[in-house]
Nanobody, 125 residues
Framework: QVQLVESGGASVQAGGSLSVSCVASGDTSKRYCMAWFRRAPGKEREGVAVITRTGATVYADSVKGRFTVSTDNAKNNLYLQMNGLKADDTAMYYC???????????????????WGQGTQVTVSS
């Protein structure tokens, strides 16, 4: 149905920047919403950012102003530009997709039936 593969995770110093990517394949209709979630050690998976097919975005308060989510026009690639990284940003970052077309995309884990395997981002202080 939908396959998502993340890449770009790395170790970076606090205050630095990093971009992670996700390549999507499969049914385009099943990925109206494209989102990034993350799971830090010992923590629950949390929503980071989501972008709709129309380009509207929603960010978690913890990353607002520091992270930027984007896609290409075909929604085949999802990106997350992370600036001003903090130690708390250390997590496995997951790409997710949802067919939800209305009323819109949100950072709710239950909305997303399709997930990638994750890419590790480590921020050292």
């Amino acid at each position: 149905q939908v396959q998502l593969v993340e890449s770009g995770g790395a170790s970076v110093q606090a205050g630095g920047s990093l971009s992670v990517s996700c390549v999507a394949s499969g049914d385009t209709s099943k990925r109206y919403c494209m989102a990034w979630f993350r799971r830090a050690p010992g923590k629950e998976r949390e929503g980071v950012a989501v972008i709709t097919r129309t380009g509207a975005t929603v960010y978690a308060d913890s990353v607002k102003g520091r992270f930027t989510v984007s896609t290409d026009n075909a929604k085949n690639n999802l990106y997350l530009q992370m600036n001003g990284l903090k130690a708390d940003d250390t997590a496995m970052y997951y790409c997710a997709a949802s067919p939800r077309p209305w009323p819109g995309c949100r950072l709710a884990r239950s909305d997303y039936p399709y997930w990638g395997q994750g890419t590790q981002v480590t921020v050292s202080s």
